[in-house]
């Protein structure tokens, strides 16, 4: 792989949790699986796909495989958390933490692989992964509460209001990614 500063591709990071919202009763790719607020990531990541020179991965932490990238196969399940004790006990027996760091903190020598890493998880699920997360490159979704830790680490906090995304969130976002200017854009 090229060193980072010779790459002319945005890359971005969408983390999101599953939905008791199934739309298969077989095996698909976890990006086709979830209906209901996953929804709203989905159509902000078909969003961010269409911008010349980006490259958006997706993942998802299922209640029955942990943490899987969005093109992962999977069935549908009935376990899927809805509070802070089942998130803790999903991630006591799958450390869904431990995929998402390993994936958010990826580097080529010394750069990272992704310039953003966008979370939209309840806020209950994001003070469980909030510390393996990377410094500076975040865009946080989450509850008011959670602002202070965003702006101290130097992340983007966008305030979750209901929906997992939500349209303003969304402009935000997008707009965000679309002002990364990387080393030899336009060369």
């Keep these: 792989m090229a060193e980072r500063d010779e790459m002319k591709v945005r890359r971005v990071l969408v983390i ?3 939905s008791e919202v199934f739309l298969s009763d077989k095996w698909v ?3 086709e699986m979830f209906g209901g607020r996953v929804t709203e990531v989905r159509n902000l990541v078909e969003r961010l796909r ?3 020179d980006t490259d958006v ?4 932490v299922s209640g029955e495989f942990g943490f899987v990238p969005s093109n992962y196969v999977i069935r549908p399940y009935g376990n899927v958390p809805s509070c802070k ?3 803790l006990e999903l991630q006591e027996r799958k450390d869904y933490v431990k995929h998402i760091g390993d994936a958010a ?3 080529v020598g010394k750069y990272p692989i992704f310039d953003r890493v966008v979370v939209c998880v309840p806020k209950d699920m994001f ?3 909030a510390p393996c997360l990377p410094r500076d490159r975040v865009i946080a979704v989450t509850s008011d509460k959670h602002r202070e830790l965003c702006e101290s680490k130097g992340w983007t906090f966008l305030e979750r209001k209901g929906a997992r995304v939500g349209d303003d969130n969304a402009d935000a976002i997008v707009a965000e990614v679309e002002s990364i200017v990387k080393p ?3 060369d």
Excluded: K, Q
Excluded at 57 to 60: H, K, V
């Design 184 to 186: 030899g854009f336009g």
């Design 50 to 52: 269409g911008f010349p």
């Design 29 to 31: 790719s976890a990006h």
């Design 105 to 107: 903190n990826l580097h």
């Design 127 to 129: 003070d469980i992964i």
């Design 16 to 18: 999101t949790n599953d």
């Design 85 to 87: 004790e089942d998130y």
């Design 57 to 60: 991965s997706m993942g998802i």
